[in-house]
């Protein structure tokens, strides 16, 4: 086995969902572990961080909210994207905020998930040539680092809030369709919803705004998408 393969780490109960996502992210070259609870998940990402998740809402042993925050006290960047059967915006949101980077609804199509992990190791091994430490407003953001500093505090910056921020801060002062950022950022068009883009938006503003309620530097463009204003 290549030491260079990817690790990615499946937490599913489903035998059949594990063996389908085995057997295809196996022949796109991945190195593949998995668990089919959410405690051994854990203690597997405890023995060595794999380089992204997949993670099951619906556990025998533990939902997976629980889960996502567990593993994000491991680690703050792995990429986790978490799958559902649910559907409502509110698990959505949730899972968002538990630390989830992406999620796919069940039933889900195994291409598009293994399109968007190849997505996040495209945009991760991709070389940097842009700035990464800039201003906006009294916030210092660091892309390499993966955070916001504001006076002391310093916040942490998920996977896909980096991306976010990086593609904003290139394009400042211009609006970026939310279709762009979907593209760009999550690297796949019209899937996740809309509505992943305003989600990190606003835990982004919670970081940088002054008043997140009434952003002056991360700005709605009505009917369109978002423009950054340093
Ligand atoms: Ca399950």
């Given at each position: 086995m290549s030491a260079s393969k990817k690790k990615i780490l499946i937490i599913e109960d489903e035998p059949q969902i594990v063996l389908g996502l085995t057997d295809a992210l196996e022949f796109e070259g991945f190195e593949v572990v998995s668990a089919d609870s959410g405690k051994v998940g854990?203690?597997?990402?405890?023995?060595?961080?794999?380089?992204?998740?997949?993670?099951?809402?619906?556990?025998?042993?533990?939902?997976g909210f629980v889960v996502c925050e567990q593993i994000r006290q491991l680690d703050r960047l792995i990429p986790i994207i978490m799958l559902t059967a649910r559907s409502s915006e509110a698990d959505k949101i949730r899972g968002l905020e538990a630390g989830a980077d992406d999620y796919v609804t069940k039933p889900f199509s195994i291409g598009e998930l293994?399109?968007?992990?190849?997505?996040?190791?495209?945009?991760?091994?991709r070389p940097t040539e842009q700035v990464e430490v800039f201003d906006v407003g009294r916030a210092k953001v660091s892309l390499a680092a993966?955070?916001?500093?504001?006076?002391?505090?310093?916040?942490?910056?998920?996977?896909?809030?980096?991306?976010?921020?990086r593609l904003l801060h290139e394009r400042a002062g211009q609006p970026v369709s939310r279709d762009e950022i979907l593209v760009k950022v999550w690297g796949i068009d019209a899937s996740p919803s809309n509505r992943t883009v305003d989600n990190f938006i606003v835990k982004l503003r919670k970081k940088i705004?002054?008043?997140?309620?009434?952003?002056?530097h991360i700005l709605t463009v009505y009917g369109f998408g978002y423009k950054l204003v340093p």
């Amino acid at each position: 086995m290549s030491a260079s393969k990817k690790k990615i780490l499946i937490i599913e109960d489903e035998p059949q969902i594990v063996l389908g996502l085995t057997d295809a992210l196996e022949f796109e070259g991945f190195e593949v572990v998995s668990a089919d609870s959410g405690k051994v998940g854990v203690s597997l990402a405890r023995q060595g961080l794999p380089d992204a998740i997949i993670l099951d809402l619906m556990l025998p042993d533990a939902n997976g909210f629980v889960v996502c925050e567990q593993i994000r006290q491991l680690d703050r960047l792995i990429p986790i994207i978490m799958l559902t059967a649910r559907s409502s915006e509110a698990d959505k949101i949730r899972g968002l905020e538990a630390g989830a980077d992406d999620y796919v609804t069940k039933p889900f199509s195994i291409g598009e998930l293994i399109a968007r992990i190849r997505a996040i190791f495209r945009r991760t091994t991709r070389p940097t040539e842009q700035v990464e430490v800039f201003d906006v407003g009294r916030a210092k953001v660091s892309l390499a680092a993966h955070t916001v500093t504001v006076g002391k505090t310093v916040h942490q910056l998920s996977f896909y809030e980096v991306g976010l921020m990086r593609l904003l801060h290139e394009r400042a002062g211009q609006p970026v369709s939310r279709d762009e950022i979907l593209v760009k950022v999550w690297g796949i068009d019209a899937s996740p919803s809309n509505r992943t883009v305003d989600n990190f938006i606003v835990k982004l503003r919670k970081k940088i705004e002054k008043k997140p309620d009434k952003p002056e530097h991360i700005l709605t463009v009505y009917g369109f998408g978002y423009k950054l204003v340093p």
